[in-house]
C-alpha cells in the first residue's frame, strides 16, 4: 500500500501531465492498478441506466467508453442495488427504492460483462457499489434520518439482518461473475448500513446497537460475507460519510473512528470518504454554494490514521482541484462525477496543456433535478454532447451555409459554436457591449463564478472558431435582410416580467437584473418572488450577504420548487442563518412606499407587511420575439429559441441551440 501515498510525477511526463503530478501518478488500490489518480462514482442513471432498455444501456456504456478513452482511471460506474425484503404486496417507493435489485436482474451479468470489456479495453478498471437505501422500508430503529421525510419504517429483526447479510453475499457472487474488479460498499447518503452504524438512527439494544463495535456489527457481517465470496482476486472498500449532517449522528472525529476501525478489520483495501445528507447542508450532490473540495480536509484527517488509501468526492470539479486535493495530502484518489459529463475530454485537455478549452461544470445540479424533480430527459446545462455519445462525433452539414444568429446569450452562444463545428458559416450580432445575455448579469451574485467562466470559456470558443461576432449591435428586421444570410437565428432573449400588482411602478420597485448590476435598494427589502428555481433566492443571497432585511414572498407552498433536495438545503441554509424571512402561500397585491400588501392563495385574507424600504421582482422574464414575428414572413428561414421563445434556464436554452443545430446539418 505505500505505493499509493506517492505522488512523485512519472518520468517522462508531458508538459501537462507535470502541471498535475500528483493526478497522473500511477497507484496500487488492492488489486486494481490505476494508471492515474481519477476515479468515477455512480452517476449514469438518468443517463444512460445500464438496467434500462437495451438503447439505455448503450448510451450508458457509450458514454463511459467515451471517458475511459480521454484517461479515466477507475470506472466506479455500477451503480447497484440489492434485492429488499419486503411482504407481498408492499410498495416501496422514492427514489433508490427497489424491489428485485439489480444483481437480480436476469441480463446482469451480461450488461456488466459488456461495460467491462469496454472499460478494460479502455485501460481503466470498473467497481460496482452494494447498496440497500435505509427507510425504503427499513431501519435498524423507529428514528428516521431526516425531519423532511415521514414514512415509518419497519424495524429489522435479526433474521431479518442475517437474510441481508446473505442477499449482499449472493450479489457479491454476481459481481465477481460479471467480471467486475472490485465492489465499493455504501455505507454513506442514507444507506441503511449508515443507519446502523449512526448513534442517531440506531437506538437498538441488542448486539447490532450501542457502542460503535455493535453499531457496526451489520456492516462488518457483510464485508466478511462479501470477501468469503470474492476472495482475495477483487479488490474491496467502503463508502462512508465523514461526518454525519443531522444533530445526534456522528461526528469528524466520530469518522476518524469508525475509518480505523473498518481498517482493523483487515476485510478492505480503500475507504472512500464523502459528505452530505439526502435533504441538508450540504447534501450529498454539493452544488455551486459551496467551494470546490470543501471537505477535503476531513478526507485528510482520515488518511493520517489510517494506513490504506483514501478516496474522496465531493464538488471536485476541475483538474486543478483534484491535484490540489492530492497534493495536499487529503487523499489517494480523487472521485468526479460532474465534471466528467461537463467536459469529455477533460484528462485529455490537462496532459496536452489545454485548460482553456476545458468545459466548466457550473455545478447547477440540472443533470439530477431535470430527471429526478421535474421528470424530463437527462441533460448538462453546460454540455449537450453529454448522453448522446452513442450517436459518435457531431457531424458536419450536409449544405453548409451563411448562418446569422441574433442574440449573444446561451442559446445564441451555444448555437453560433455548434453550427461552426458544422461547417456553417456563422455570424453573431449582440446588442450589448460583452456576450452572455442575461445569464452575465446573474453571474453577479454569489456563488455564481463558475458561470462566468462559462460564459468567457464560450468567448473563447467562439473564437477558436473563427465566428463574425459583432457587439453593440441592435438588429432590426431591414439589418437582418441586409446580411443576406442563408439562415437567421433569433435569439433575442427575455424583458423583465413586470406583474399586474397595484404600485408596481413605483420608485421603490425595481426589477432583480437591476439589483445586481448595482442599483442601490434600503435596508428592509420585499422580494416578489414568481420564479420556481435560484434567482429570488439569489437576489435574496446578494442583498442579505450585504447586511439588508430581506423577506421573500412566494405564491407557492415552498421555494424553488424546480431545485430538488440535491440543491436547495445549502442555499436555504445560508439564507435561514441570515435571517431571511419566507412567507409562503402568499401572492403580492399591492405596493405603497412602506408596505407590501398580501393575500393567502386560497382565503384571499389580506395582510400588510409595513417597514419596507424597497421591492425586487424576482419575477422572471417575458419572451422577446419581435424581431422574429418581423422577419418570419420575410426570409425564407428564420428559427426562434431560448428565451425569445419561452424563458427558461441555462440548461434549456443549450439544449435547444444543440436541437436546432442538429436541424441545420441536414
Known amino acids: 500500500m505505500a505505493e499509493a501515498r506517492d505522488g512523485t510525477p512519472a518520468a517522462g511526463a508531458k508538459r501537462g501531465e507535470a502541471a498535475f503530478p500528483h493526478v497522473f501518478t500511477p497507484v496500487q488500490i488492492g488489486t486494481m492498478r490505476l494508471r492515474n489518480r481519477i476515479m468515477a462514482p455512480p452517476h449514469t442513471s438518468a443517463l444512460g441506466n445500464l438496467w434500462g432498455s437495451e438503447e439505455d444501456a448503450r448510451r450508458g456504456i457509450a458514454y463511459w467508453e467515451s471517458r475511459v478513452k480521454d484517461g479515466l482511471a477507475w470506472v466506479g460506474g455500477v451503480n447497484g442495488r440489492i434485492r429488499n425484503l419486503l411482504i407481498p404486496g408492499f410498495e416501496p417507493h422514492g427514489y433508490s427504492a427497489e424491489t428485485l435489485g439489480f444483481y437480480r436482474l436476469p441480463f446482469f451479468v451480461e450488461r456488466v460483462q459488456q461495460l467491462a470489456e469496454v472499460v478494460h479495453r479502455g485501460g481503466a478498471v470498473l467497481t460496482s457499489q452494494l447498496t440497500m437505501i435505509g427507510g425504503v422500508p427499513h431501519a435498524p430503529s423507529n428514528r428516521l434520518s431526516t425531519p423532511i421525510y415521514n414514512s415509518r419504517p419497519h424495524v429489522l ?75 482475495d482476486g477483487m479488490t474491496l472498500g467502503v463508502r462512508f460519510n465523514a461526518r454525519e449532517e443531522a444533530p445526534g449522528g456522528y461526528t469528524a472525529a466520530d469518522g476518524v473512528e469508525i475509518a480505523q ?37 476531513l478526507a485528510g484527517d482520515i488518511r493520517r490514521n489510517v494506513r490504506i488509501p483514501v478516496v474522496y468526492t465531493g464538488r471536485v470539479n476541475a483538474v486543478e482541484v483534484a491535484e490540489r486535493v492530492l497534493a495536499d495530502g487529503h487523499a489517494d484518489v480523487v472521485g468526479m462525477a460532474r465534471a466528467l459529463i461537463a467536459e469529455s475530454e477533460m484528462l485529455t485537455k490537462a496532459r496536452e496543456n489545454r485548460l482553456d478549452e476545458v468545459r466548466p461544470c457550473v455545478g447547477g445540479n440540472d443533470c439530477i433535478s431535470r430527471r429526478y424533480v421535474e421528470g424530463l430527459p437527462f441533460g448538462c446545462a453546460v454540455n449537450p454532447h453529454a448522453g448522446k455519445e452513442a450517436d459518435g462525433p457531431w457531424a458536419r452539414a450536409a449544405r453548409p451555409r451563411r448562418l446569422l444568429v441574433v442574440g449573444g446569450g446561451p442559446a445564441g452562444m451555444e448555437l453560433a459554436a455548434l453550427a461552426a463545428e458544422s461547417g456553417h458559416t456563422v455570424s453573431l450580432w449582440e446588442a450589448d457591449s460583452r456576450l452572455g445575455g442575461q445569464l452575465r448579469i446573474a453571474a453577479e451574485a454569489p456563488s455564481y463564478d463558475e458561470y462566468r467562466r462559462y460564459l468567457d470559456w464560450q468567448a473563447r470558443r467562439l473564437e477558436r472558431l473563427g465566428v463574425e461576432i459583432r457587439l453593440g449591435m441592435r438588429a432590426d428586421a431591414d439589418a437582418v435582410l441586409a446580411a443576406g444570410a442563408d ?7 427575455a424583458t423583465p416580467h413586470r406583474p399586474p400588482i397595484d404600485g408596481v411602478d413605483g420608485a421603490n420597485v425595481h426589477d432583480i437584473r437591476a439589483v445586481l448590476r448595482g442599483t442601490a435598494v434600503g435596508r428592509r427589502v420585499v422580494v416578489v418572488a414568481q420564479d420556481d428555481h435560484l434567482p429570488p433566492l439569489s437576489v435574496a443571497d446578494y442583498l442579505s450577504g450585504r447586511g439588508h432585511e430581506v423577506t421573500l414572498v412566494y405564491a407557492t407552498p415552498g421555494p424553488a420548487q ?88 441555462l440548461v434549456a436554452a443549450t439544449r435547444q441551440a444543440y436541437a436546432l443545430a442538429k436541424e441545420l446539418q441536414k
Open 261 to 297: 476501525y473498518l481498517e482493523s478489520t483487515g476485510l478492505i483495501d480503500f475507504l472512500h470518504v464523502v459528505v452530505g445528507s439526502t435533504w441538508g447542508d450540504p447534501s450529498y450532490i454539493q452544488p455551486q454554494h459551496y467551494a470546490p473540495a470543501q471537505w477535503s480536509a
Open 562 to 649: 424546480l431545485l430538488g433536495r440535491y440543491i436547495v438545503g445549502g442555499i436555504l441554509a445560508r439564507l435561514y442563518s441570515r435571517d431571511v424571512r419566507f412567507r409562503f402561500l402568499e401572492e403580492v397585491t399591492g405596493i405603497s412606499d412602506e408596505a407590501v400588501r398580501v393575500a393567502n392563495v386560497y382565503s384571499r385574507r389580506t395582510e400588510e407587511i409595513t417597514g419596507v424600504d424597497s421591492v425586487v421582482l424576482a419575477c422572471g422574464g417575458d419572451a422577446d420575439d419581435a424581431l422574429y414575428q418581423a422577419l418570419r414572413s420575410r426570409h425564407p428561414e428564420v428559427h426562434v429559441l431560448g428565451d425569445a421563445f419561452a424563458p427558461r434556464r
Open 157 to 231: 429483526s435479526r433474521e431479518d439482518i442475517t437474510w441481508y447479510v446473505e442477499e449482499y453475499r449472493w450479489s457479491a457472487g454476481r459481481a465477481r461473475q460479471a467480471g467486475l474488479d472490485g465492489i465499493e460498499l455504501h455505507l454513506n447518503h442514507d444507506d441503511l448500513l449508515e443507519w446502523f452504524l449512526s448513534p442517531h438512527t440506531n437506538q437498538r439494544d441488542d448486539e447490532y446497537g450501542g457502542s460503535l463495535e455493535n453499531r457496526a456489527r451489520f456492516a462488518v457481517e457483510v464485508l466478511t460475507a462479501v470477501r468469503e465470496e470474492i476472495g
Open 487 to 493: 439562415a437567421v437565428a433569433v435569439a433575442t432573449g
